[in-house]
């Protein structure tokens, strides 16, 4: 994995919803993009360094049914668009992150429908999985096709998508639906980019499997930490710090393969904000994400305390990819408890970087309380959670009820 890696906090944008862009591909191009770079200083005030984008390439609807991997979305603008947003991010100390969806495309992917013309048998038709003479829609989704990812030609050209972007200046890859691509593909990629862009970090989205096998096969270098993540909310949210015990204990595990991409929230879950429900208890989940070892990310809009609620329909992820405002100035006051206590543990993390792979050891150990430590070369420094009323002790002392509180020992 790149040194760089290690010093890295991200914020997840979901571009076309934080641009407030249509909801389906228009014909001309709208230079919107560039609102995004207007809130780089910001992101650096909130103590990140990296920006993460969620799918800014061509598309017909969302984003993830991509028509064109080299091509900007025309909601969003164009190549110069891009080009001045990373030149910004970069002037400024920001690595940008590209999320690349190669499981699946869109119905109107020129390579799709020359395979329609040409039938499953074709050049064209051997990009993709069939079922008969039906294309194979990802996970029921009609609009996208899944590509074969055992043709050598999908793989080159994935490679030559990642390579393009990463000669015009981003610094790594999201791989959307990670978990849907035999690994074996990806080591074939990755090998072949790498070659090329040897400082290149790759991430996988993995929400359920062996995660430390997918990591070994596949030659990426993290996958996304979804069964911390449920453990964090739900442990909270239920007052059972045991559930969340027992997957430090495993994500400990892990630590001797891969670095992990940690959060509380992104563009397909609930806000944190809203699962967890005593709003007292919403810094515990921030305290955790900064404290444990991972490569953190901070989703737009949590670190201002944003609520809302993903729902099961056509639209149902509206809620949780708004648009934001012009500007910083523009935001309602009452986020700013939430960035200040966000800035502090991003702080933290900052002062004591060693964070990013050391484990985590669980002591005191209730279901409403719980202390975690972990060492580095002499240096200790712990975390105590408190959900319950009363106060409970910890290494810098008692910790009041609903609290938290970190010590450096």
Request: aromatic share 10%; charged share 20%; glycine share 10%.
């Amino acid at each position: 994995m790149p040194n760089w890696v290690e010093h890295v906090v991200w914020w997840q944008v979901y571009p076309l919803g934080f641009v407030g862009a249509e909801t389906e591909a228009i014909d001309t191009v709208e230079h919107r993009i560039g609102r995004i770079g207007d809130w780089l200083d910001y992101l650096l005030e909130l103590g990140c360094n990296g920006l993460s984008l969620g799918p800014v390439f061509a598309s017909e609807t969302h984003g993830y049914d991509t028509v064109d991997h080299f091509r900007i979305d025309g909601r969003l603008g164009d190549d110069a668009d891009i080009d001045a947003l990373i030149a910004a991010a970069h002037g400024k100390g920001v690595k940008i992150l590209f999320d690349g969806v190669f499981n699946h495309v869109g119905r109107e992917h020129e390579k799709f429908r020359q395979a329609l013309a040409d039938g499953p048998e074709s050049e064209a038709g051997g990009w993709f999985r069939w079922r008969g003479d039906e294309p194979v829609a990802f996970e029921g989704h009609d609009l996208l096709v899944t590509l074969n990812h055992d043709n050598p030609a999908v793989a080159e050209y994935v490679a030559s998508v990642m390579n393009h972007w990463l000669d015009r200046g981003i610094d790594g890859w999201r791989l959307d639906a990670a978990y849907a691509v035999p690994p074996q593909f990806w080591a074939s990629v990755v090998h072949a980019v790498r070659a090329k862009h040897p400082d290149v970090w790759f991430v996988g989205e993995m929400i359920h499997g062996d995660y430390a096998q997918y990591v070994n096969v596949s030659g990426l270098d993290s996958i996304t930490q979804y069964e911390l993540w449920k453990a964090t909310w739900s442990a909270i949210e239920d007052a059972n710090f045991f559930e969340l015990a027992h997957a430090i204990e495993r994500g400990n595990d892990l630590l001797d393969t891969f670095v992990p991409a940690t959060f509380v929230g992104n563009h397909d879950v609930t806000r944190v904000a809203s699962t967890i429900t005593d709003e007292r208890h919403v810094p515990h989940a921030v305290a955790l994400l900064f404290f444990l070892a991972g490569v953190p990310s901070v989703y737009y809009g949590d670190e201002q305390g944003f609520r809302g609620v993903k729902e099961e329909r056509v639209g149902g992820d509206d809620a949780v990819r708004p648009e934001f405002p012009a500007g910083p100035d523009d935001l309602a006051p009452y986020g700013a408890e939430t960035f200040r206590t966000h800035q502090e543990l991003i702080g933290i993390r900052r002062r004591h970087p060693w964070l990013h792979r050391t484990p985590s050891q669980v002591s005191n150990l209730s279901n409403t309380a719980v202390t975690l430590s972990s060492s580095h070369e002499g240096a200790t420094l712990t975390l105590t959670l408190n959900l319950g009323d009363d106060p409970v002790s910890s290494p810098g002392g008692d910790v009041a009820g609903h609290s938290w509180a970190v010590h450096e020992g």
